[in-house]
Nanobody, 122 residues
Framework: QVQLVESGGGLVQPGGSLRLSCTAS????????MGWYRQAPGNQRELVAKIRSNDGRTFYGDSVKGRFTISRDNAKNTVSLQMNSLNPEDTAVYYC???????????????WGQGTQVTVSS
């Protein structure tokens, strides 16, 4: 089992910035992908950004490229998401995700955090 603890989020004005962090604990393997998804009311959950533990490869949703940056601290099993130039369309519940992978990147297990609200409004 893996537990995820999220921090950050809140209310910010358009054009502002926020930082989200997520720390994983429990049965952490050496190869995993960890990151953030979001879901706005009436929408499907979508990828925001994620990062792979062994090589640092990053993946971003098209709508956040150039504005958001994901980083990792493997020693602390923590990923952080720096969100800049926020706009009202970024308003959603943001969920931390931990995806355990095998040595050849096959999916082994998937865990979700409880979610944190990000609201962009003036």
């Amino acid at each position: 089992q893996v537990q995820l603890v999220e921090s950050g989020g809140g209310l910010v004005q358009p054009g502002g910035s926020l930082r989200l962090s997520c720390t994983a604990s429990g049965s952490i393997f050496s190869i995993f992908v960890m990151g953030w998804y979001r879901q706005a009311p009436g929408n499907q959950r979508e990828l925001v950004a994620k990062i792979r533990s062994n090589d640092g490869r990053t993946f971003y949703g098209d709508s956040v490229k150039g504005r958001f940056t994901i980083s990792r601290d493997n020693a602390k099993n923590t990923v952080s998401l720096q969100m800049n130039s926020l706009n009202p369309e970024d308003t959603a519940v943001y969920y931390c995700n931990y995806n355990q992978l095998s040595a050849n990147y096959a999916n082994l297990a998937n865990y979700w955090g409880q979610g944190t609200q990000v609201t962009v409004s003036s």
